[in-house]
């Protein structure tokens, strides 16, 4: 296979495209569909569970969560953080709730993460953010089991920032005890190459800053006791899934927690958009996870309750 550099730009550009690799739709279509289904889980989500919406984090009008609370939350209950993909220019947390229900129904919490968008928002800016959300759950709520991120595409990325962070520079560490990596982009150089890239406006000095590839050591030394599963779909591009086997592989190598689930039938959208499904196999595995290393373990209600 050929590496990026060798790719020329219509093909690099189509590869970093991944509405247009989709069996299911077309890419203006797919795009739609995507938007359509976690607008309206993000809604139900809303409607049966407690939250508290646009709490806020930080300072900027950006900077701010909503979080699914159970209903009878244990004061040691487990927090799982979602972030939002959008190639880090598209999409809010106003759709990021549609995985609420099949983990509030366990006692987990969750909170869906705003950060200011491009062209609002630069990339040291949103990596900066979701480390400085994390810091806010781990101040506010001192007594949970621990920390589960999740992101998506982008989020997946600034997921995996977050787990490189010295959080001394923060006054606390916050406990993450697992992370899912799904459909993600480890290394920024290939995106400063196409389209994507208009509104970033990255340098490939900032790119390499900001590209966890680069930053593998740092997730050793500070994320030894945490779970990392990366997540690719069947139907991802080959570059997507380059960068996830990639950096599967480089944190494998270190000897961390880390493996990768390659889950069939799925494109780079339908992929996070079943988490709102309580039998869809990522569901189940962050349940496992979760459940397994918590203090709690509460049964959902039944159907009728």
Known sequence: MKSWRELQKEELEYQYSPSCWSPRLDKDL??????????????????????LLNVPYGA?????????LPSH?????PFFVFVHGGYWQFLSKEESGFMALPLVRHGI??????????????????????R?????????????????????????????????????????????KGAFLVSGIYDLLPITHTYVN???????????????????????????TCSIMVVVAEYDSPEFRRQSQEY?????????????????GVDHFDVIEKLSDDDYILTQMILNMILRRSTICQKPPAADE
């Open 30 to 51: 797919v795009i739609e569909a995507h938007v359509r289904e976690l607008t309206e889980g993000t809604k139900r989500s809303q409607s049966v569970t407690e939250t």
């Open 60 to 68: 900027l009008e950006g900077e701010k969560m909503d979080i699914y």
């Open 73 to 77: 939350p244990s004061r040691e209950l």
């Open 109 to 130: 919490a969750v909170a869906a993460l705003n950060y200011d968008i491009a062209p609002k928002g630069h990339m040291d800016l949103m990596v900066s953010q979701v």
């Open 132 to 176: 400085r959300s994390i810091v806010f759950i781990a101040q506010q709520y001192p007594h949970i089991s621990g920390l589960y991120l999740c992101g998506h595409s982008a989020g997946a990325h600034l997921v995996a920032m977050a787990l490189s962070t010295d959080w001394t520079d923060y006054g606390v560490t916050p406990d993450i």
């Open 198 to 224: 208009a509104a970033l406006r990255m340098s490939e000095e900032l790119a390499v800053k900001n590209s966890p590839m680069q930053h593998v050591m740092e997730v050793k030394s500070r994320a030894e």
């Open 248 to 264: 599967f592989q480089s944190l494998q190598v270190l000897g961390l927690n880390v493996y990768l689930k390659d889950i069939a």
